[in-house]
T-cell receptor
Framework: GDSVTQMEGPVTLSEEAFLTINCTYTATGYPSLFWYVQYPGEGLQLLLKATKADDKGSNKGFEATYRKETTSFHLEKGSVQVSDSAVYFCALRQPDNTDKLIFGTGTRLQVFP | DTGVSQNPRHKITKRGQNVTFRCDPISEHNRLYWYRQTLGQGPEFLTYFQNEAQLEKSRLLSDRFSAERPKGSFSTLEIQRTEQGDSAMYLC?????????????FGPGTRLLVL
C-alpha cells in the first residue's frame, strides 16, 4: 500500500541555520504531496503542497519540490527561526474519492537561539 | 474562531467505559474526517463522511468504534468498552468538496487516556 517515510528526529539547529527534512513516498499513480506542521498545543496546519511532478510548494520561507523520479518531497528552509520549532509531517493523498491523507511519522524540529 | 473545533480536549477514562467525542467542522464543509494519532506516529485515517453519509471506514475502526454525522454538520465518535490501546489523540478534519481535492483543515484533537 501507499506509504510515506520521513527522517527521524529530533532535528536540532541553531537559529539561521539551513534546514532539510527528508521525505520519500511509495505510491501508485500521481498522488498529491503535503507538508503539515504541528506547533506545541495546536492542531495540524497545512504548510505547503504540490499536486504534480516538478511542482514546488512554498510558504513562510519553506519550500519542497515534488520529485517523481526520486519519489521525494524534501522540506527546506534557508534560515530557521526559534518560532519554527514544531513537528513536521509529510503526507500524500491519492486522487480517489476518499481524499484521505497518509502521513509519515513526523520529524521534530528544535531551533535554539 | 471559525476553524474546526473538538470537544473535549482531554478525556481520561477507565478501561471498559464508553466515551464520545464531538467534532464541529468549518461551516459549510461537506467532508469530515476522523484520524487517530498515537505517540510518535503520524495521524492514521479512521473514517470519513460526505455530508451525512459515512463513505469509508478503515480497518483500524473496530466494531467498538462508531461515528455519526446525523445532519451533515457536527460529528461524534464513540468508543465502547475502551481498552488501553485506544489511548491516542483523535483528530477531526474537514474540507469542502467541489469536485477537486481540497485542503483538509484539522481541529486541535481530543487526547484520550484509558487507565
Amino acid at each position: 500500500g501507499d506509504s510515506v517515510t520521513q527522517m527521524e528526529g529530533p532535528v536540532t539547529l541553531s537559529e539561521e541555520a539551513f534546514l532539510t527534512i527528508n521525505c520519500t513516498y511509495t505510491a501508485t499513480g500521481y498522488p498529491s504531496l503535503f507538508w503539515y506542521v504541528q506547533y506545541p498545543g495546536e492542531g495540524l496546519q497545512l504548510l505547503l503542497k504540490a499536486t504534480k511532478a516538478d511542482d514546488k510548494g512554498s510558504n513562510k520561507g519553506f519550500e519542497a519540490t515534488y520529485r517523481k523520479e526520486t519519489t521525494s518531497f524534501h522540506l527546506e528552509k534557508g534560515s530557521v527561526q526559534v518560532s519554527d520549532s514544531a513537528v513536521y509531517f509529510c503526507a500524500l493523498r491519492q486522487p480517489d474519492n476518499t481524499d484521505k491523507l497518509i502521513f509519515g511519522t513526523g520529524t521534530r524540529l528544535q531551533v535554539f537561539p | 474562531d471559525t476553524g474546526v473545533s473538538q470537544n473535549p480536549r482531554h478525556k481520561i477514562t477507565k478501561r471498559g467505559q464508553n466515551v464520545t467525542f464531538r467534532c464541529d467542522p468549518i461551516s459549510e464543509h461537506n467532508r469530515l474526517y476522523w484520524y487517530r494519532q498515537t505517540l510518535g506516529q503520524g495521524p492514521e485515517f479512521l473514517t470519513y463522511f460526505q455530508n451525512e453519509a459515512q463513505l469509508e471506514k478503515s480497518r483500524l475502526l473496530s466494531d467498538r468504534f462508531s461515528a455519526e454525522r446525523p445532519k451533515g454538520s457536527f460529528s461524534t465518535l464513540e468508543i465502547q468498552r475502551t481498552e488501553q490501546g485506544d489511548s491516542a489523540m483523535y483528530l477531526c478534519a474537514s474540507s469542502l468538496d467541489q469536485g477537486l481535492p481540497e485542503t483538509q483543515y484539522f481541529g486541535p484533537g481530543t487526547r484520550l487516556l484509558v487507565l
